[in-house]
């Protein structure tokens, strides 16, 4: 078991709050970059200096989750969603509250009133996030004296662990942790290689691509990559997007086409090293990479991701072999340092 990736998994991070994932990846890059800020929004920027091109490689340190809007007369909290969460996966999930230190105040259960009142589980209606709320045992004046409040975090509670299969990880978080433990790694395999890399840790990605919008603005970055995670489609046969076979390349999510010239540079590096590599075209979602593409007049971008059943619910699935082979091609990418040039009447 990566003990770094279950660190990051673990660790409690939600949208506007990072700081604990910016703790642990500063610690873990500190000897293998030689400059590290944080700027002003909380994006940790890692400089690895070197000759050539300047690649900026992002990994987002946010994770989806719940905030306090209201607690009703009993105790229970209502709360509103922080980034792209089924209400369907949170019923019955237990659920840590957060002060604004980042510090665990209790433990709660997410429920409604048709399972809290013991209905007919056949009646069941699918419930709108409107519907839920979080039991924490309390009554509004013991909440109001362990400073329970609107505004209060409520983070999906689910401890990184191997499924049945060794090389098969579940945990919360995968999106984007499985990201910021590669560049992490990353930076690690090439920290002999003489090549001009950002590491950009970035902030509320979940919430609109903050982070990485404020954290290019000041860097002088000749292209760029998002490494995240992609939504697995192998409940369908003969789909792309399968655990187990390889990092994927987006050729176009709902916001962005990538650049053509850093994917077919990617797919050779690929095939000529017998890297599985999967692509995926489509019409929802988007990353971090479209924020670094429309920066500073335009920079050459695209995505490659590893593929995560339950993306975007309390606990998701992944694949470690997945994970090792992306490490692997972006350091051939890295170790090669291509060369790509800016576009002059030509597909970029």
Known sequence: MPELLRRLVNAVSPSGDEWAV?????????PYVDEITTDTLGNLICHKKGKGQALGIAAHMDEVGLMVDRIDPDGYLKVAAIGGIDAITLV??????????????????????DIQNGENPIDYQVPELEELYVDIGLTKEQCAK???DVGCYVVPHHDYAYLGNKNIISGKALDDRIGCYILVELARKLKKFNSNVYFIFTVQEEVGLYGAKTSIYNLDI????????????????????VL????????????????????LHLEALAKKNKIPLQ???????????????????????????????????TVGI???????????????L???????????????
């Open 334 to 348: 890295l170790k090669n340092q291509p060369v790509f040039e800016k576009p002059n009447g030509h597909r970029i």
């Open 22 to 30: 910016r703790e642990i990846v500063k610690k873990a890059i500190t």
């Open 222 to 241: 000749d292209w760029g990559i998002a490494v995240d995670v992609v939504s697995a489609n192998d409940g369908a046969l003969g789909m792309p997007r």
């Open 279 to 313: 692509k995926e075209v489509t019409s929802t979602g988007t990353t971090d990479a479209l924020n670094i593409m429309l920066s500073k007049g335009g920079i050459a971008s695209t995505v490659i991701g590893v593929a995560v059943r339950n993306i975007h619910s």
């Open 146 to 148: 362990k400073n329970i």
């Open 92 to 113: 019955g999930q237990k659920v840590y509250i957060l002060n604004n230190k980042n510090q665990i105040i209790c433990n709660g259960v997410i429920t409604f009133e």
């Open 244 to 263: 187990g076979q390889g990092p994927v390349i987006t050729i176009k999510d709902s916001a962005m086409i990538a650049s053509r010239s850093i994917n």
């Open 318 to 332: 992944a694949d470690l072999n997945d994970i090792d082979h992306t490490i692997e091609l972006l350091y051939l």
